[in-house]
């Protein structure tokens, strides 16, 4: 069986629940997901930076508006060479402010929360697995 | 306004009213006018003074004049009320005067225009439609004179002439003021429009409510896989069960009472900040959030986009037309229609962004520029007709682009936004 450590960046604790609820599902199909819960940026640069993650689902508005580009930030400054895969999880995907343009392209996905099915979730970890 | 004026014959000062609110608006153009037809009265009457007197609160004054070197009389000048003058007279009976020779006649003791001479006059009262007092139109000489019917009659048509143009200027102050008005209305109007998009937006994208949703989707969607595989048996199985039923009651709890709460965030206007958006993704879930709406009038989407054409504008402007220019399409173009589109092409031109929209809806037959305009619709339209007149002004004022129409088989519309 495959394992892939996913971490869940997320103010909402329901959303990590939620997640990995869907992920466990996957056992089914070979792969085993340890999944991870951070409710902040801070936090989860924190955890970033003692563990390896293969996968990060990523909101942006959490204590700061932006809070979410500060871990992209975090992540392109200390890991330059980390393979993790980076899918923001938002509500408004398509606003980027200015000061992180930059940090767009090392973004692996975006997911609209409204249109985030449990399907999409099991495909994006089928490929990256 | 009310002058008091010392009218021959009577003992205690007569008052009037006096319109003097529009007199100021009396053109250049009108007065020369009056000046010609004065030219005329001196001409046709044979005498050196022919005046148009404007009266005020305290005084007299020479509105207009014959243009001729004879005239004593001084553009402008003002002489005191009370005293005595013709022209106080005319006003105070509101009616003709006629005085054949003033200075053997008791009654004219005083008249500061004796000094001068003036022995005699001819006046009429020039009023407003309102028939409230502008002052007199009168001929003065230093002759004894006398005016027959004829010339009487002449003399009041010239006067009528002179109170037509005040009618007129009355008339143009009083359809200004309705424009004015309507104009307000409009902006009232156009204000209570963008309010309603503004609600439409929030209610719509609100992105508070798409997490509860999506995690109660989920667990469903979970709930579902899970009770076709799991052996019900399990005890650990089953705990994880209750996890997603727990889940979703929950999370459709919070969706519910944020619901609640939308009305009072659907008063606050839309942002008008700007921010960097990546436009085709921008516009692509502006389209998501009217996905029940396109729905109901089966209508499918495309946006075609080049990848991460990022720009900085005021994405509330941009949702408010994209809003608006959907709503228009679903009302107006797709009315009773079936296997609706709406496509959506952004084009990245180096100085520009061009968004263009075509639906393959009834289109529009007439003049392209009129939609623009307020309360254009068409008998089968409704709403209060100002939706793309709303759409105009959104995109020339907060996005300083322009927008075009046109149609061929359904509508099109080009909307070209500069890039800062």
């Not at chain 1, 993790?84 to 992180?100: A, T």
């Not at chain 2, 969706?255 to 839309?270: C, M």
């Not at chain 2, 054409?309 to 402007?317: E, N, R, V, Y």
Request: charged share 25%; aromatic share 6%.
């Amino acid at each position: 069986m495959k394992t892939i450590d996913i971490l869940v960046v997320d103010d909402e604790r329901d959303v990590y629940l939620a997640t990995k609820l869907a992920m466990q599902l996957l056992e089914f199909e070979g792969i085993k997901a340890n999944v991870s819960y951070s409710d902040s940026a801070a936090s989860a640069i924190e955890m970033l930076t003692s563990n390896d993650y293969k996968l990060v689902f990523l909101d942006i508005i959490m204590e700061t508006i932006y809070a979410g580009y500060e871990v992209i930030s975090h992540i392109q400054k200390n890991k330059p060479n980390s393979d993790v895969c980076i899918f923001i999880r938002s509500g408004q995907p398509g606003n980027i402010p200015e000061e992180y343009l930059s940090l767009i392209k090392d973004v692996d996905g975006y997911l609209n929360k409204t249109d985030c099915t449990m399907e999409k979730l099991h495909d994006i970890v089928k490929t990256i697995a | 306004m009310k002058p008091k004026l010392k009218v021959r014959g009577k003992e205690e000062l007569i008052e009037v009213s006096v319109n003097d609110i529009y007199a100021d608006q009396i053109q250049k153009e009108v007065i020369e006018k009056w000046q010609e037809v004065l030219d005329l009265a001196i001409s046709m009457f044979n005498v050196p003074n022919a005046l148009i007197m404007r009266l005020h609160e305290d005084d007299l004054e020479v509105f207009a004049k014959s243009n001729n070197q004879e005239n004593i009389f001084t553009m402008n000048k003002h002489a005191a009320i009370g005293v005595g003058h013709y022209c106080e007279t005319v006003v105070g009976n509101d009616e003709m005067l006629m005085v054949k020779d003033a200075s053997e006649d008791p009654l004219w003791e005083g008249n500061p225009d004796l000094k001068y001479g003036l022995v005699n006059y001819l006046g009429l009262p020039i009023k407003w439609p309102d028939g409230k007092i502008f002052g007199t139109m009168c001929l003065l000489d230093q002759d004894a004179n006398t005016y027959n019917e004829e010339q009487i009659e002449l003399f009041k048509a010239l006067k009528s002439n002179i109170e037509k143009d005040l009618t007129l200027l009355d008339r143009n102050v009083q359809l200004t003021k309705s424009l004015d008005e309507l104009e307000r209305t409009q902006e009232l109007l156009i204000h209570h429009e963008k309010n309603n998009l503004t609600n439409q937006l929030v209610s719509n994208i609100t992105h508070e409510i798409s997490t509860p949703l999506n995690v109660a989707m989920t667990s469903a969607a979970y709930l579902d896989y899970a009770a076709k595989k799991m052996d019900f048996s399990d005890r650990d199985a089953m705990n994880r069960l209750k996890e997603g039923t727990d889940l979703v009651q929950r999370n459709l709890l919070h969706a519910s009472e944020l619901l609640s709460s939308f009305k009072k965030i659907a008063n606050d206007q839309g942002r008008m900040q700007e921010e960097n958006i990546d436009l085709g993704l921008y516009i692509k879930s502006i389209f998501l959030s009217s996905k029940l709406k396109l729905k109901e009038h089966d209508t499918t989407w495309e946006v075609d986009s080049p990848k991460s054409l990022i720009l900085k504008t005021k994405p509330g402007a941009i949702a408010q037309v994209l809003l608006s220019l959907i709503d228009n399409a679903l009302k107006h173009g797709f009315k009773d229609r079936k296997s609706n589109e709406i496509h959506v092409a952004i084009k990245d031109e180096n100085e520009h962004v061009i968004i263009t929209l075509k639906d393959n809806g009834m289109g529009y037959t007439g003049d392209h520029e009129e939609i623009f305009k307020p309360f254009m619709r068409h008998e089968h339209h409704e709403g209060a007709g100002l939706g793309l007149t709303l759409v105009k002004e959104i995109v020339e004022q907060n996005l300083q682009g322009t927008i075009l129409a046109s149609t061929n088989g359904g509508m099109i519309f080009d909307i070209n936004i500069p890039k800062k």
